[in-house]
């Protein structure tokens, strides 16, 4: 991880970046900025303006980036936070640098150091993910998986119905999932209220019991498709704006 010398040495050159990028997104003066690489748990920018001064959190995996990298991101930052179009290009030179190899390192270590583990309970209200893995790794898998945590999500997300945390070897299952309404079985489903775990074919899926109610499709309620690429979670307040890297 960069130094703390080498974090303050970059902050004035993040802050140039910035204004530059203010002004070319939004065309009117640029607020005071103040700004500083932050050691989020992962990878995670955030800006927020507040009583006409903008606030900026760069994660600190970012404190020896390329120029244009940190100009794409101060860009696709500033372009949500003033809901302005992406510009898929500026998209492409963040997505491109993030999936190296080496940032995904960082991502790892961040991860690994700075976050909590996963600490949750297998046993939900209506299912126990440890015997469904145990049924799972048995039928596809011959007993070769091993996972040190499988859990239930602190709250229910209907966006991210589930993740693998490989920094502390951890799979994390939505809430959202743990009700009545959603069957576990052990076939092949091919609808689009599917939602099917990894693995070979009939694998185990998810599939929703009962049908989707009137207004609630899944188009009526797909965010914006330009943002989901890159891990964008779309804020309901203007004033505030996060990318985070899913």
Not at 30 to 50: N, W, Y
Not at 131 to 153: P, T
Not at 214 to 226: H, L, V
């Amino acid at each position: 991880m960069p130094t703390k010398k080498h974090l303050a040495a970059e902050t004035e050159r993040l802050r140039k970046i910035f204004q530059a990028a203010h002004a070319r997104i939004t065309g009117s003066s640029t607020p005071e900025i103040e700004v500083s690489f932050h050691p989020f748990a992962g990878l995670k920018h955030s800006a927020r303006l507040r009583q006409g001064k903008l606030f900026v959190k760069i994660s600190d995996i970012f404190a020896d980036a390329p120029a244009e990298v940190l100009e794409a991101t101060a860009r696709l930052l500033l372009s949500k936070l003033y809901r302005k179009r992406l510009d898929k290009k500026l998209a492409d030179v963040y997505r491109f640098y993030v999936t190296s190899r080496k940032v995904l390192g960082r991502i790892r270590e961040a991860r690994r150091e700075r976050g909590r583990a996963p600490s949750g309970s297998a046993r939900g209200r209506t299912y126990d993910l440890a015997e469904i893995f145990d049924r799972l790794n048995r039928a596809y898998f011959s007993g070769r998986l091993a996972v040190k945590v499988i859990c239930w999500s602190r709250r229910p997300n209907r966006r991210q119905l589930g993740r693998y945390d490989a920094a502390h070897d951890a799979i994390v299952i939505s809430q959202h999932l743990d009700s009545w309404s959603w069957s576990w079985s052990t076939t092949n489903c091919s609808t689009k209220c599917t939602r099917r775990w990894g693995g070979p074919a009939g694998a185990s899926s998810i599939t929703r019991r009962s049908a989707p109610t009137s207004g609630s499709s899944a188009a009526s309620r797909r965010p914006n498709g330009n943002w989901p690429s890159l891990g964008f979670v779309k804020p309901g307040d203007r004033r505030n704006a996060v990318i985070l890297l899913t």
